[in-house]
Structure formats: structure tokens, C-alpha cells
């Protein structure tokens, strides 16, 4: 089916556009009060297992704040527990991994899985989210990526530093490598079946590509990362958010992906002097910045927009939307990236 | 009275030395036995309050870790307290403001207060510190960064983004600014007490300038930072530790700080092209690397020193040591940057 806004898929091609298209990363989310009402009745896993609650979250920004594509409405870690992991998300509280990955005997407590079998959930949602879209914009489907997975896999919640999972690298690389490999294997099967199902691009989201050294990031981090993008780029454009490692953005755009995700803490101009000018931006608002009053997201998001320059940017938050933004406050940002015309 | 060991100030003076100085920030901490002894017996603020408590901390990591500094064991909360807020700090879980600032009538609660009355007891552990140094080691004072303090204040806690902190200086700019001034005006004297007490050079730690924006650091954050300098840079070298902030690398140096402090998310070659070549530079091993076995700490370190190269750097960690390090690996550090020699 022909879409009929593709500008977020002409820009990854490095097509010229009218304008620069906008998406929020978690737009389907918290600060929402209808996936809340969704959230009253039913659990986590069930929002993400149940193809029809996926679809429906998936969708809600859509309608309610217009951006210009669609995430599928699901959690990176999913492939640790369909690798065997025991995986608990309390609400308001964040992932729990109640047996970590420690040792080389608790590697063999998982698998590279079947993805048909063990994730057709997911697959069944993006067939379903793309027919219930009926074209209105592109659907992004979306993986962890291997070393932020591990951050989870090995220190087993949430943490400020994973300190035990970046000692886990430091004590045990043959170990670790092990663990990132059979991570990388399960992603690419994962997101080939995300394409195959109907995504129109994939993002892969290092959130915790920032607490590693450029040395680290470039041994623990990107060579599981290339793989992926190399596995997946002939059959779909692939971006990449390594949140906090601008240091290593010119080896990212040599990995073959069509756009590198930023975060607020670097400037356009200088992201965009390290990755060279032929590959697509994707960014940075302060996710913060939108618990502003509007007429200062306005302005800040035309200074963003000034930033990045025309052409080869996909505007966004620099992380995911807080819980705590107005809705009001997400529209203004659309709304204001949607008006901004270069003179 | 002369220093036995000088190489610290020497550095900081731009001086040549026979080798690079180290210490290492949170060094009178947690991950010393004879520091735990001391904190069953004494809550935080007895420690903090206490001269010879305080003191006999702060010289703990000379004798056992053998660093060619000693930095005083103090908080960078006692500067908020001093101007009239709560502050309460629960062991193993962080700072507690339960009165935070949020609106103008807040900012009555508090004040510029005389630092002599109010914070006297830092002066007398820093003369009390001198005096039992006899001469060892330097002595570093310092301060939080008036943005760094203003998130506590505002958040009332720690926070992983301080979106709170961050939403008072979006939403209520002039209240913002006059609380930095306020802690600022209180800091600048703060400090300029713990020189005139004995300390030999201070560190300005601004650990959540990261959070912040290119442009929302050099509006919020580095301004006080500017005046903290000018008052105090003809008394003594000043230390800026910024932590995250690399993209304002250049305009730190200008500030007239002797030594700019960097995390090990930027490579020393990146932050010394940054900020020019006369200026000295302190850090930046990742923390959790001392969680890593001996020879591979003593590897890192070699590639650390390299990456410094010869003079102008002060051998540190990117960040606070944490808790759970070994002292055996600690002083292996220490002992690598010893060791060192260039070819």
C-alpha cells in the first residue's frame, strides 16, 4: 500500500522534502491519558502480547498529537526473555531480572530462540498496526541494541552506572562477547521478521552506549551493531540512537545505517561535522525542555530546527517523552517543527 | 610550611614534573575499611561537622592508597544547608531536601549567609587537616557548582534527568538566576575561607552539567562558574570538574581555571583539542574499570597516560570511586600512574 505521508521514508533515502518530518521516541506512552486508561486494565506483557492492545497504542499518537510515522508499541526486552531470561516490568519502577547472567554456566540458561515462535506476538502486531495505519504514515519497528541489552541481561534492573554489567566486560570479555554474539543473532532474525511483518525502517536503541569509553563503545558496543545494520540495510533503512556516543559517529555512519539518532548534550552542527553531511540526522530536543510553558518550546524548537540545517533531519526528542509532559506540550513541539520554514 | 610533595600544585602551576600526579575523587570514601569504621560510629553530618573526624578521613587515602593528594571530606551540600535548607543524607540512599525551592516566596526561606557562622567547621578541618598533613601532600578544597547545587535544591533529591531542576530554569528563568547568584555569592566566599584556612587549590564540581545543553550550560551553569574563578584565581588554582560537559571544554579554559577535569567518556586527545594545549587536564578512568582485575587496571592506566601524554595532566578518575572497589585496586591504580613513564 502506497503511504501517504512518506516524508520520515524519503528523508532516510536522502530525498529532498517539503519539510522535516517529526516523530517522539515513546510517544506511545505515559503521557498519554488514553494509553493510561489501557494501562488500568491491563498488565505490561499484556499490552505488548496482545496484538490488538499494540496496534491500538501504537496508534493513539498518531491520532492525538499527528507525527509523521508510527514506533510499534513494545520494550526492548523482549528478546531477553525470549532468549530465556525471566523478565518483570513494574510499573513505575522498571525492569527486574530476577536471575541475571553472571557466570558461564548461566549462559546456558539461554538460547538464540526461534523468533516465529517466541516473538510472533510482535510480528502479529506490526501486520496489524500497519493495516489498521491504511497508510498514513510509516511504521518503525525497533531492537535494543546488544550492549544495552546486556546492561540488563547482567545486572539484572535498572542502574545509574551498570556497574556490574560493564565489570562483567572488563572481567570476562570472552564471556561477554559470547553473551553480545548470541544477542546480535537473535536481533537480526528479530527485526528481519519486523520488515518481513510490514516496519518501514528500524531503529536500534543504544541507551547505554554513553557510559562506555569510545575504546569500549568500539569493542563492546558497535561491532554487534554493525552486524545488524549490515544483516538488515539491503532490505530496510536502519537508524541508530547510541544515546551519549557522539564519539564514535563517523564509525556509526560507516556501518551503512541511514540516520544517526542525537541527544540534547551535542549540538547539531557538531554531530553533524562528526558523521560527514551524506547521512541523516535524527534529534535532539531536551525531552525536559517540553515541561516548558509552549511559547519557550517554540522557540527552542526552531533554534533546534535552525541547528540541524535543511534536509537529512528527522526531528525528535533527544530521549524518550517524560510521563509528566502535558499533552498540549507534545502537540506544540509537532506543531512547531511542522511550521518551521528555512528563509 | 613547604610540601614534601608538590607535584600537584607544580602541575597545576604548568610547571614540568618528573611524573603525573594522582589522586582520586571520593578517594576518603566507602570503599575504605577504615572509613566504614568510623561511619558506624558517626552519622554523615557528625563526620562532615566534626574538625578531627573530618580530618582524620581526609588523610586516610594518603596513608593507604599513597595519592599525592589529599581532597577534604566534607559534601557539597553543607552550602545549601548554610543558606537555610534542610538537608538530609540517608546512608546508601542519597541527599533528602524535603523543603525544596520551587516558587518566589521559597527563596525567602533562604539566604547569603556569613560563611564564618555558618560553615566555620570546614575552615577548622581544613586548618586541622594542614596541621596533621604536616606538609605531605597538598590539600584541595571545594564547592559544588551553583547549578549542580540548584538541582538538589529544586529536586529535593537525586533524579536521573533533574527534570524538575531543569523545568525551574525553563519555566521560572529570573528565579532561577537569583538562586545561582545567591549560591554563587555564598560559594565565592566558601571558598575563599577554605583558602585562607590552608587549602593549597579548590575544585568546582559541577557533576550535573552533562544534563545540560550546549547552550543551556553556558546560560545556566557557566556563568557562576566564571565569577567563582575571577574571585578566586589570584588566591589559588582553581579545578573545574564539569562532568559531560566537553562541548564547553574551550570556554572553561577561559574562565582562567587552572585544570579542566574530564570523564572517560571523551577521549583525552578529543578534550585536549578542545580546550588547547595550555591548560591541564584531570582524569579520566572510568571507575567501574577499578571493579576490573589487576593487570587489566594497570593495562588501561598505560593507555590513559598515553592518551594524556607528557605533563599538563593530573592522573584522576572520570568520576567519584565507587563503593565497591577493592583497596588492593585502588592503589593499583595509583601504582600504574606511578610507574608510568614516558618514552
Redesign the interface.
Known amino acids: 500500500m502506497k503511504l501517504k505521508n512518506d516524508l520520515l521514508l524519503r528523508t532516510l533515502r536522502g530525498e529532498h522534502t517539503e519539510r522535516a518530518p517529526v516523530w517522539m521516541m515513546r510517544q506511545a506512552g505515559r503521557y498519554l491519558p488514553e494509553y493510561m486508561k489501557l494501562r488500568e486494565k491491563h498488565d505490561f506483557f499484556t499490552r505488548v502480547q496482545t496484538p490488538e492492545l499494540a496496534a491500538a497504542i501504537t496508534i493513539q499518537p498518531i491520532d492525538i498529537i499527528d507525527v509523521d510515522a508510527a514506533i510499534l508499541f513494545s520494550d526492548i526486552l523482549v528478546v531477553p526473555q525470549a532468549m530465556g531470561l525471566e523478565v518483570q516490568l513494574i510499573e513505575s519502577k522498571g525492569p527486574l531480572l530476577p536471575e541475571p547472567v553472571k557466570t558461564q554456566n548461566d549462559l546456558k540458561r539461554i538460547c538464540v530462540p526461534d523468533v516465529n515462535e517466541r516473538l510472533h506476538y510482535v510480528f502479529d502486531a506490526v501486520k496489524l498496526t500497519k493495516k489498521e495505519l491504511n497508510g498514513r504514515v510509516p511504521l518503525i519497528g525497533f531492537a535494543g541494541a546488544p550492549w544495552t541489552l546486556l546492561c540488563y541481561m547482567v545486572q539484572g534492573k535498572g542502574s545509574?552506572?551498570?556497574?556490574e554489567a560493564?565489570?562483567f566486560c572488563?572481567?570476562c570479555p570472552d564471556l561477554a562477547h559470547q553473551l553480545l554474539q548470541m544477542i546480535t543473532d537473535t536481533t537480526i532474525a528479530y527485526l528481519k521478521e519486523q520488515v518481513k511483518a510490514g516496519a518501514d525502517a528500524v531503529q536500534i536503541f543504544d541507551s547505554w552506549g554513553?557510559?562506555?569509553?569510545?575504546?569500549?563503545f568500539e569493542n563492546i558496543s558497535l561491532p554487534y551493531i554493525r552486524q545488524i545494520v549490515s544483516a538488515l540495510k539491503d532490505e530496510t533503512k536502519v537508524i541508530i540512537f547510541a544515546k551519549?556516543a557522539w564519539?564514535s559517529l563517523k564509525e556509526m555512519k560507516e556501518t551503512g545505517a541511514a540516520c544517526l539518532g542525537i541527544d540534547?548534550?551535542?549540538?547539531p552542527e557538531?554531530a553533524r561535522s562528526f558523521s560527514g553531511s551524506d547521512i541523516c540526522l535524527q534529534g535532539n530536543f531536551?525531552?525536559?525542555?517540553l515541561?516548558?510553558?509552549i511559547p519557550?518550546i517554540k522557540k527552542e524548537v526552531r533554534?533546534m530546527m535552525k541547528g540541524f540545517g535543511k534536509g537529512k533531519h528527522i526531528a525528535n526528542l533527544g530521549h524518550g517523552i517524560?510521563p509528566?509532559v502535558p499533552v498540549d506540550h507534545a502537540r506544540a513541539f509537532v506543531g512547531a517543527v511542522k511550521e518551521y520554514r528555512f528563509e
Not at 540534547?264 to 549540538?267: L, N, P
Open positions: 545509574k552506572t551498570f556497574d560493564k565489570a572488563y572481567s554513553g557510559l562506555l569509553s569510545k575504546a569500549d551519549g564519539q540534547w548534550c551535542i549540538e557538531a531536551d525531552p525536559v525542555k515541561l516548558s510553558p519557550v533554534l517524560l509528566t
